[in-house]
């Protein structure tokens, strides 16, 4: 099993930055990739950004590219999704999740790839 926590959520206004952690515990670490995903108000689940186990890829969705950026700390156990230049439309609650991957680059995009998932954290911003 694995356990994940996330933190950093909150209020900002539009143009803002906010940086959000996921912290896993549990079985190793190391072998699973990472992603975030978000569910904006009445909408479904989509896919934010993720990162390979060892951190050497990284993949942003075209809806944050240039404004998100993932990374990970293998000693902390933890991922962050560094949020920058906010809008309005970014509203959401943010989950982590982690997959199971045994290619040190690879990493998944769809939900249905992910196994565990934290508990998400609400992000609001306003205009």
């Known amino acids: 099993q694995v356990q994940l926590a996330e933190f950093g959520g909150g209020l900002v206004q539009a143009g803002g930055s906010l940086r959000l952690s996921c912290r896993a515990s549990?079985?190793?670490?190391?072998?699973?990739?990472m992603g975030w995903f978000r569910q904006p108000p009445g909408k479904e689940r989509e896919f934010v950004a993720a990162i390979s186990w060892s951190g050497s890829s990284t993949y942003v969705a075209d809806s944050v590219k240039g404004r998100f950026t993932i990374s990970g700390d293998s000693a902390k156990n933890t991922v962050y999704l560094q949020m920058d230049s906010l809008k309005p439309e970014d509203t959401a609650v943010y989950y982590c999740?982690?997959?199971?991957?045994?290619?040190?680059?690879?990493?998944?995009?769809?939900?249905?790839?992910?196994?565990?998932w934290g508990q998400g954290t609400q992000v609001t911003v306003s205009s």
């Open positions: 549990g079985r190793t670490f190391s072998r699973y990739c």
């Open positions: 999740a982690a997959g199971l991957t045994y290619s040190e680059s690879s990493y998944f995009t769809s939900i249905g790839e992910y196994t565990y």
